[in-house]
């Protein structure tokens, strides 16, 4: 599977980690209130098992340590986008 790295071009899936659902960029910040505890529980281990298009984050490990967040269909393997996961976090490039 060839992933389109925003800066360096295509490269092999084997430079880097799956690393699960790109979910996982909105973590929780809500410690200190009542419902903490839940809010955590529910962002650690409870994940959709998607049939089809599914965001995923990757992270280049052979390469430049970069995050991704990789849009691909988990029934064809297909990569439809590929974005900065810092871009992803601060709301820059959606709905593109």
Do not use: C
Not at 32 to 43: G, I, K, L, N, V
């Amino acid at each position: 599977m060839i992933i389109n790295h925003p800066l360096l071009g295509p490269r092999d899936s084997e430079e880097f980690v799956y690393l699960g659902s790109a979910d996982l960029i909105k973590r929780p910040t809500n410690w200190e209130q009542d419902a903490s505890a839940e809010d955590f529980y529910q962002y650690q281990y409870i994940r959709e098992n998607i049939a089809g298009d599914h965001r995923e984050l990757w992270y280049h490990e052979q390469g430049d340590q970069s995050w991704l967040v990789v849009t691909r269909n988990t029934l064809s393997h297909e990569i439809l986008k590929v974005e900065l996961a810092q871009d992803v976090s601060r709301g820059i490039g959606r709905g593109k």
